[in-house]
């Protein structure tokens, strides 16, 4: 597939029959067996991304490194792939949100996240300014003939400071605004709670996107409740450098290596994954 191929793909996944899990690379081998297990596309994660290039999450990364891991996985698998930019690297800026954009479709993606709060903010970016950011993107996508799925999530469900039902009103007057802005799906992470995301289905005139986190409902029960996309985040990636801690402490303390044997991908099993040409 092309990229306007990969584009047309990634957005006719948010209205199949089936609920699209989503999840989530930090680098090229993880986006490869993601794809190996069978998933139709995978995002990646700016956590787990930041942290392998050795930064904090919140946009500590430089952006062209970030644009260059999106760029790697986005090459090294054939699925199409949603590159998650934080707030953009612009927070009050469309103009340099739209750049951000350029960069990740110039890597090869065909999505993106866009979030409403900047890293350490306490509150959410004016809604007018992201309506204008959104549709500064909309008016990219036509330009340059890509109709990249645009992932509008709004952190109204992380300001703790709020009761729930002002934060789930929160939530839905931005995932609307957004929507009529011209995004596909509406983001509203940190929401576990069944009856909650039952609401926010109804509420929202649009796909709703969840993240996967402890507590949430399976897969399954969230396709039954008309969750159209369910992300992992910076889960798997955590999960891994749990295994390596692990790893670390059993050959320092004890001098074995049973950690690292278990389960372990055998090494021409990996190597047989990076064979084929990229794109």
């Not at 044997?261 to 794109?279: D, H």
Request: with cysteine.
């Amino acid at each position: 597939m092309n990229q306007q191929e990969k584009a047309r793909a990634l957005r006719a996944l948010h209205t199949a029959s089936h609920i699209l899990a989503l999840p989530n690379a930090w680098d090229a081998a993880s986006a490869r067996l993601y794809e190996e297990a069978g998933f139709p596309a995978v995002g990646t994660t700016s956590a787990g991304v930041a942290y392998t290039l050795g930064y904090a999450d919140g946009q500590q990364a430089p952006r062209e490194e970030v644009l260059f891991v999106i760029r790697r996985i986005a090459r090294t698998v054939q699925v199409p792939v949603t590159a998650d930019i934080e707030a953009g690297y612009g927070a009050n800026q469309v103009e340099a949100v739209v750049q951000t954009v350029r960069g990740v479709l110039q890597a090869g993606a065909v999505g993106i996240n866009l979030e409403d709060v900047a890293f350490g903010e306490t509150t959410l970016v004016d809604i007018g300014l992201q309506q204008k950011k959104i549709q500064a993107l909309r008016t990219l996508a036509a330009e340059v003939g890509i109709p990249f799925v645009i992932n509008a999530r709004t952190d109204a469900f992380h300001l703790e400071t709020l009761r729930v039902p002002e934060r789930f009103r929160l939530a839905v007057e931005r995932a609307n605004a957004y929507r009529r802005a011209g995004a596909d799906c509406l983001f509203v992470p940190f929401v576990t709670d069944a009856a909650i995301i039952a609401d926010l289905v109804e509420a929202i005139d649009g796909p709703l996107n969840v993240l996967a986190m402890p507590g949430a409902p399976p897969v399954a029960e969230l396709e039954r409740m008309g969750v159209r996309r369910v992300s992992v985040g910076s889960g798997p990636h955590r999960a891994t450098l749990a295994l390596v801690r692990r790893i670390a402490q059993e050959l320092r303390t004890q001098g074995t290596y049973r950690s690292f044997q278990e389960q372990t991908i055998p090494y021409a099993e990996v190597n047989a994954l990076f064979t084929r040409p990229q794109g």
